[in-house]
């Protein structure tokens, strides 16, 4: 199982964000695109992880069929002309190479935002995908959960998840820090009102990264949303939530907001303070501008109550955090490598399981024909002597064979010894269940 399994990547370093939105995948694409996979193609242990930034397909097959499936995701998102996108995407063709790709996507490593914390939740509705469709075996299983315990071990022994290392995620930690420190405390109170003003690149990241916190954080409840382009805004909102108000009634909704997020391009600044006349507040109001040249005038800060907190202001909390993780790296990558070691042990041995259990029923059916031999000529209690003593023998004959099994796994040579083994037990009339009366 282990030396078949291989994946397909695309991702934001291999493909530009046109491409990337052609051949994403939402829920239900992603579902049926796994169930024809396995129609046509007959694979197994399928998992499929489709996010803004990559699209991927991880599964197990005796060959190779990267490029196969590659081409079929491009059609079925209606892509005719495959050549033209096959050079976009990624091919792990070995075990090996999928394995640790993975985990070094599912741990951040990978994402356009190093140590993005918003990957192992995506990850974790993909693995979902794949039980709900019964595609998910033993080893799927096991590498799942593997790498989750990884990411808990990066997250409390490494800096690679400190801090806020994009400007959209920086601004809105910046906000819940403000909120949390100067928000009214009862349950009872409204929940502070933040207008997001400007939907390109970065507000709607900003909003994004809002509502990933909107479902366990009170102070993430009210948000509005105001652009000068209204589609955007509708959809956005449709898709998070949230309220939308029209640009004509911006000055209405300022009064209103406690916190403003600004991203809006323009030549002059928007928010000035004689724009701002007769704004009062018996609470702070803040400012947060994340726009190049600045959208809200520094002078605002004039009018009391109000604070303001620019784009390097930003930029120098994210460049921090970054710094931080990007010096984590190796350590993560050292709590990687150690992890995909125990999980490779544990698949090799995978391999020698079955070989291991036929053994086991071998010896003990000579046992029990032995036994069944001389059990009328004893008593209860004789027989439950006998049956003690011999499955401790039968416990010490079997201990160093399957040992060395295992020790052969590791160093890749157990094949000449389940050979010999099969062999000299004829192990292939054996079958291959465990026995549940006994364990060794």
């Known amino acids: 199982m282990y030396d078949s399994f291989q994946s397909i990547s695309l991702s934001h370093k291999t493909a530009p964000l046109a491409v990337r939105e052609l051949i994403a995948l939402n829920e239900d694409e992603a579902k049926q695109f796994m169930i024809k996979l396995r129609d046509v193609f007959s694979v197994s242990e399928l998992l499929v992880i489709s996010t803004c930034n990559r699209t991927e397909v991880y599964y197990t097959s005796a060959q190779s069929l990267n490029a196969e499936i590659a081409r079929l995701l491009l059609i079925e998102k209606g892509l005719t002309a495959t050549d033209e996108y096959l050079p976009y995407f990624q091919f792990f063709d070995s075990a090996d190479g999928a394995v640790r790709h993975l985990f070094e996507v599912c741990t951040g490593l990978h994402s356009q935002v190093v140590g993005d914390m918003q990957i192992p939740n995506q990850v974790k509705h993909a693995y979902q995908w794949s039980a709900d469709l019964d595609m998910a075996g033993p080893f ?21 998840r400190d801090g806020a290392a994009s400007v959209s995620y920086a601004a809105v930690e910046l906000i819940e820090e403000l909120l949390g420190e100067n928000a009214c405390p009862r349950q009872a109170a409204p929940a502070p009102a ?25 102070n993430f409840k009210n948000i509005t949303l105001c652009n000068r382009t209204r589609t955007k805004a509708d959809a956005l909102a449709q898709e998070n939530g949230f309220r939308v108000v029209d640009f004509d009634n911006l000055a209405e909704e300022v009064r209103q907001a406690d916190v403003i997020i600004s991203s809006v391009t323009m030549n002059e600044p928007l928010f000035t303070p004689e724009r701002l006349t007769g704004l009062t507040s018996l609470t702070y109001k803040y400012f947060i501008d994340l726009s190049v040249p600045r959208s809200v005038d520094a002078s605002v800060e004039q009018i009391p109550g109000v604070l303001l907190y620019n784009i390097d202001h930003i930029r120098n909390r994210a460049d921090e955090a970054l710094n931080r993780r990007l010096a984590a790296i190796p350590h993560v990558e050292a709590v990687i490598s150690q992890s995909i070691v125990e999980f490779n042990d544990w698949s090799r041995e995978m391999i020698v399981s079955p070989t291991i259990n036929k053994f086991k029923n071998a010896l003990e059916q000579i046992r029990k024909e032995e036994i069944s031999r001389h059990l009328k000529h004893l008593t209860e209690e004789e027989s439950e002597k006998i ?20 020790a052969a796994c590791k160093r890749g040579e157990a094949d000449t010894l389940i050979d010999t083994l099969t062999d000299l037990f004829d192990l292939e009339k054996q079958p291959n269940e465990s026995s549940s009366h006994h364990s060794y």
């Open 194 to 218: 933040i207008l997001v003003v400007g939907l390109g690149e970065i507000g709607t990241d900003v909003v994004k990264n809002l509502a990933s916190r909107a479902g366990d954080n009170r």
């Open 140 to 160: 799927l299983h096991r590498l799942m959960h593997t790498i989750f315990f990884t990411n808990k071990r990066v997250a409390q022994e490494t800096n690679f």
């Open 387 to 406: 049956d003690k003593i011999t499955r401790s023998i039968m416990q010490k004959i079997i201990k160093f064979p399957v040992l060395q099994l295992k």
